[in-house]
């Protein structure tokens, strides 16, 4: 009998990665993991349409997932007694949710979808699966994700951007 249903189901990710390769920010997907990759991390990814005005990540949240904005652009915000505060505006080629995805501590601020957005998700499971079928893939994009961490705690207007 075959499980074949169980198996991850192998996306199109060209559109994203030419997001990534057209993103010039210093925190880039681009500058840390290679290229080959994507063709693996499409097995494992989710995507997902969201419409303006959606909220992908809720502060205080649990949730860890991870995710890599193929187009639109997502707002980040955190609130307080005091108000909404705008931490960072993320476009396309971006990646969103690295800080709760290490951390497993609750989301630090909201992100919502400014426009129709696409995104791709990767959950913490299928990032523990993958960690098991493909190590070195994996690796490199926890080593990935840890260069933009580093990078983005470093400038301090985006420190606090780290959902």
């Known amino acids: 009998m075959s499980l074949s249903f169980l198996k991850p189901k192998k996306q ?40 303006r005005g959606h909220v992908l990540i809720s502060q205080g949240a649990l949730d860890r997932t991870l995710y890599f904005i193929e187009k639109g652009s997502l707002r980040v915000h955190y609130g307080d007694q005091a108000g909404q505060v705008h931490i960072a505006t993320l476009g396309a080629g971006a990646v969103v949710g690295e800080g709760a995805f290490f951390s497993h501590i ?11 957005s696409r995104v791709w998700g990767l959950t913490p499971d299928r990032f523990d699966r993958m960690s098991k079928e493909h190590t070195a893939v994996a690796l490199s994009l926890a080593m990935t994700l840890g260069a933009i961490l580093s990078t983005r705690m470093l400038d301090i207007s985006k420190r606090v951007a780290v959902t």
Not at 25 to 49: C, G
């Open 12 to 51: 199109d990710l060209s559109a994203l990665v030419a997001a990534i390769e057209a993103n010039t920010r210093d925190d880039t997907l681009k500058r840390f993991l290679p290229e080959e990759a994507w063709p693996v991390l499409a097995s494992y990814l989710i995507p997902e349409d969201v419409q």
């Open 106 to 116: 609750e989301r630090n601020a909201t992100v919502q979808a400014l426009e129709p």
